[in-house]
Each structure stands twice: as C-alpha cells, then as structure tokens.
C-alpha cells in the first residue's frame, strides 16, 4: 500500500506561482513513477506533469515552460512549481503513483488549486 497526501493548493491570483506538494509513505519500492494529474469541474482528468525512477519527466502540453515536477527522494516527496498560472489552471490536482507490476495506480485525496483575480 502507498498512501498520498497533498498540499499546496490555494486561490492565486492570474500569472501567479504555486508549489504543490506530495508526501509519500507506505511500500515505495514498488512504485516507478509518480505524477500529478488535474480535473476541472465537468471534464476529464488530465496528465499534468510525470517524473519517472530514473528521473525522465514528461508534461501535458499546456503546462510545457510553467510547470516543472520534481522529487525529493529522501523525504519522498514529489512537487510541482506552477508559474504564469492562468484561470484555466483552476481544478483539482491529484497525486499519482504508479506500480509497475502488478500494475496499480494510487492517488491522493487532491488538492484545489483556482486561478482567479
């Protein structure tokens, strides 16, 4: 079991910053890759951002040059600094971890992140 609790979210004002972060505790030996997904009210949930165990990243192309992920592996925590935020932003962020096999997706209780003025 892996358990997930986020942090961070909060109401910011358009082209401001945000740190979420992700605290991870429980069997992390299984887990090869940690993420961060986001759901708006009426639409699907959506890759955010995606770091890999050996530390590959990806990100969902509107997020590509505000968004970075990253981790600290120590305290095993995972992060993601939100810059020039826009009110499109606004939506829920999910933690994910993933487990390769058996394959196996857990995910945090999300965090509410809106952008507004």
């Known amino acids: 079991q892996v358990q997930l609790v986020e942090s961070g979210g909060g109401l910011v004002q358009p082209g401001g910053s945000l740190r979420l972060s992700c605290a991870a505790s429980g069997s992390m030996f299984q887990i090869n890759a940690m993420g961060w997904y986001r759901q708006a009210p009426g639409k699907q949930r959506e890759l955010v951002a995606a770091i890999t165990g050996g530390g590959d990243t990806n990100y969902g192309d509107s997020m590509k040059g505000r968004f970075t992920i990253s981790r600290d592996v120590a305290k095993n925590t995972l992060y993601l600094q939100m810059n020039s935020l826009k009110p499109e932003d606004t939506a829920v962020y999910f933690c994910?971890?993933?487990?390769?096999?058996?394959?196996?997706?857990?995910w945090g209780q999300g965090t509410q992140v809106t952008v507004s003025s």
């Open positions: 994910n971890a993933h487990r390769g096999r058996p394959s196996y997706d857990y």
